[in-house]
Nanobody
Framework: VRFVESGGGLVQAGGSLRLSCASS????????MGWFRQAPGKEREFVAA????????KYEDSVKGRFTISRDNAKNTVYLQMNGLKPEDTAVYYC?????????WGKGTLVTVST
């Protein structure tokens, strides 16, 4: 299982970023995918998840209405569109899949939101 995450960077508060996570090593279209984040000095936390077909999503309360998770099964890629970014969204963002009972994580992409 391998992930290549991209799209992080420095953005001003109120701005937008789109994260991508290109996946390989498993049948991507058969598995739910998730995005998590870890802010400095804090534990990793759930951000959003999407089912295998893309028809169902769920979000952590603080990102509802601002973030949108989506997937393109033809490209084996999951996305996180982040709008209305706030300084408290600053974190390393990771994609994750649970495959054969094991959680696999990407290396993460850093998102920094300035005031």
């Amino acid at each position: 299982v391998r992930f290549v995450e991209s799209g992080g960077g420095l953005v001003q508060a109120g701005g937008s970023l789109r994260l991508s996570c290109a996946s390989s090593g498993f049948t991507f279209s058969s598995y739910a995918m998730g995005w998590f984040r870890q802010a400095p000095g804090k534990e990793r936390e759930f951000v959003a998840a999407i089912n295998y077909s893309g028809t169902s999503q769920k979000y952590e309360d603080s990102v509802k209405g601002r973030f949108t998770i989506s997937r393109d099964n033809a490209k084996n890629t999951v996305y996180l569109q982040m709008n209305g970014l706030k300084p408290e969204d600053t974190a390393v963002y990771y994609c994750k899949v649970r495959f054969n009972g094991v959680d696999y994580w990407g290396k993460g992409t850093l998102v920094t939101v300035s005031t």
